[in-house]
């Protein structure tokens, strides 16, 4: 079956980028059977939902976050990337990576997650 | 943004015995046209991520046991444990996926009374 998995620092300086990867595993991204997504936990508001890409390229964001966001892929190696520019302490959450439904927007499954703290 | 508002916060049931958790919408997830609730329902265990357990508010995913039951529609909908198996222990989330963008609940904390 489909498993994700993201990877990338775990600490962040404020006002720098943060960079994560998903890679898949046991299935293609470049299927369009799917859209890939990024979803963060953060200890106390929740989850949030940053945005998901198509192995075409089309993307859809969360308008909170759309103007500090870029999430790219690469069906070459099955990954799948997130950009999230000027990081604040607001940012510090667990980060993860998620299969959207075929048609609808839930998401199952999902990494593990990595967890990313801002701080100097 | 649609909001969503789950009750309780955090709830401890005895074993074997019924729990239950609301989720309320700040608009109806209720598709006219098609007459289904875009509403789904996770579980956290501790230290793992999101697992899917219901979706179009009443379906139970393959392999959920049939404990977990969903109901509701509009803007008002339950998850129900029947009867709480200590596996149960989590925290459950409901989503709305009705529009973008998609919000979740704050999540309602399960514990063993």
């Known amino acids: 079956q489909v498993q994700l998995q993201e990877s990338g620092p775990g600490l962040v300086k404020p006002s720098q980028t943060l960079s994560l990867t998903c890679t898949v595993s046991?299935?293609?991204?470049?299927?369009?059977?799917?859209?890939w997504s990024w979803i963060r936990q953060h200890p106390v508001k929740g989850l949030e939902w940053i945005g998901y890409?198509?192995?075409?390229?089309?993307?859809s964001y969360n308008p909170s976050l759309k103007s500090r966001t870029t999430i790219t892929i690469d069906t070459s190696k099955n990954q799948f990337s997130l950009k999230v520019d000027s990081m604040t302490a607001a940012d510090t959450a667990v980060y993860y990576c998620?299969?959207?439904?075929?048609?609808?927007?839930?998401?199952?499954?999902w990494g593990q997650g990595t967890l990313v703290t801002v701080s100097s | 943004d649609i909001v969503m508002t789950q009750s309780p916060d955090s709830l401890a049931v005895s074993l074997g015995e019924r729990a239950t958790i609301n989720c309320k919408s700040s608009?109806?997830?209720?598709?006219?046209?098609?007459?289904?609730?875009?509403l789904a329902w996770y579980q956290q265990k501790p230290g793992q991520p999101p697992k899917l357990l219901i979706y179009w508010a009443s379906i139970r995913e393959s392999g959920v046991p049939d404990r977990f039951s969903g109901s509701g529609s509009g803007t008002d909908f339950t998850l129900t444990i029947s009867s709480l198996q200590a596996e149960d222990v989590a925290v459950y989330h409901c989503q709305q996926y009705y529009s973008g963008p998609y919000t979740f609940g704050q999540g309602t904390k399960v514990e063993i009374k």
């Open positions: 998620a299969r959207r439904h075929t048609n609808h927007n839930f998401f199952d499954p």
């Open positions: 608009q109806s997830v209720l598709y006219s046209s098609n007459k289904k609730n875009y």
């Open positions: 890409i198509y192995y075409s390229g089309s993307t």
């Open positions: 046991g299935g293609s991204i470049n299927n369009g059977d799917h859209y």
